[in-house]
């Protein structure tokens, strides 16, 4: 692949405006699933790069093709972003205080050879070139992991080893060799069995499907490691849901509150008609440094850590070093319009279920330290914390009879926002048209806990 100019995202100035306030992330991994996650023009070519800072953290930064000395204002990302050039002797220039992490890749669609089996033809569509592990297999190389991005079809990455194989490997696909350069000219025909140069990867570095496709029957399905065994393992019909998890989930930037993460949380959420999503909210132990999940689509009350984090030898969850969960978060479930009380629709809609609350209770009660946030369909945030005494009384309201009083009106759902509200610090981090006050949520009238009589 050429070092080309890096293809714009087609109308996502969201993304770029956040660029621009340079943000940190935790794993390098992060910082790809979010360049992933930005949406470029189809069918393009694009490269830019992760960097990574003296304290740890990783960036993402654009490549300008201009070499260093002609890069000037009209050719530095207007919107203030990081980015590398080239400098002389083709070596990459960064900016002070960084060092180039992974490179971050797209690439257009090849068009299928003449010998080339149409399995071969797909994979070779979402597979590293091999001028992409070229570049991180050599002796000489600015970095030793990279991504490539399919789209729908999922983000992987390559990280060097330096095995003995990926040496051999690498002279041998040296840009330097006639022999390589046939065998790269022979596989870009379709002449050359993507099967095979997958298994060579394999064998040589270490291979991960880092965001799993989307669509249907994507051929990264899962996350985790690629092995020998990825085309039984890519199979469909040989699937079943994993058992364990194999990587640490994909976080977000690292924010300086609470708020921020909400807030990208809320950007990031996935459309909400295609069911509950829920995540987890991390805090560090020793600073304002907050950071959260990625969506997981799934019904809060199955959801729990062993869901996006992976075990230790003692089934242990581990959680990323210096970090413990701050809380739990959550959209609504969707509801169907008739099921919705008539004379409060937008206010039940926009506010936990009981059942939801009933779980999120259940949480505070064993971790009183936690918090419960809530994503509701007019993009507001909610967060409940600091249960009081009352909390226990009301997990014991929130049955299924309370849910049909609360659908059907018996109920209204003023009454249950107040019981809430007198059970601990509701509040609205981030505002909508239900919920237009940031602040703490007071109940609207005194409150008194009913207690439900044991069943004699």
Known sequence: MSDSLPAKPAENSVDLTFLARKPSFLQCDDAAAFLHGMKFKENTEAL?????????????????????????SDSVPP????????????????????TVAASFHLHPFAEQGAPESEDDFVYRNRFFSISDLWKVTNTDRHYSRCYLSIGNDGLISYASTSSDFELELSKQIAKTSGRSQLFQSLYERGAFQTNIWILLAIGAGELNIVVAGVVEKAKWSHRGALKASWIRDNDPANQTKQSSVELMPIFSP??????????????RQ?????????????????????????????????????????????????????????????????????????????????FFSPA?????????????????????????????????????????????????????????????????????????????????????????????????????
Request: hydrophobic share 40%.
């Open 356 to 456: 939801d609350m009933k779980v999120g209770l259940d949480r505070l009660v064993a971790a009183p330290q936690h918090h419960l946030f809530m994503i509701t369909p007019d993009e507001a945030v909610l967060s409940f914390s600091q249960p009081d005494i009352p909390v226990r009384s009301l997990i014991i309201e929130l049955t299924a009879d309370f849910e049909r009083k609360l659908v059907s009106g018996e109920i209204t759902t003023q009454m249950f926002v107040d019981k809430v509200a007198a059970a601990g610090n509701l509040s609205v981090l981030l505002p909508s048209k239900t919920w237009p006050d940031v602040g703490r949520i007071r109940p609207s009238v005194e409150v008194v806990a009913v207690i439900a009589e044991p069943a004699q």
């Open 79 to 98: 919107n203030g972003s990081l980015f590398v050039s080239k400098c002389v002797r083709n070596q990459l220039s960064v900016p002070t205080g960084y």
């Open 270 to 350: 996935p459309n909400s008609s295609e069911g509950q999503t829920v995540g987890v909210i991390l805090k560090h132990n020793h600073r304002d440094e907050f950071i959260a999940t990625a969506a997981e689509s799934g019904e809060y009350v199955n959801f729990d850590l062993s869901v996006v984090f992976p075990k230790d030898q003692h089934g242990n969850v581990q959680l990323p070093e210096g970090f413990r969960v701050y809380g739990f978060y959550h959209s609504s479930k969707p509801s169907l319009p008739n099921h919705l009380p008539a004379a409060d629709t937008e206010l039940f809609k926009n």
């Open 254 to 267: 690292v924010f300086n509150d609470v708020a921020g993460v909400a807030s990208y949380c809320r950007i």
């Open 48 to 72: 830019w790069f992760i960097l990574k800072n003296s304290q740890g953290r990783y960036f993402c930064a654009e490549f300008l093709k201009s070499d260093a000395s002609e890069v000037n």
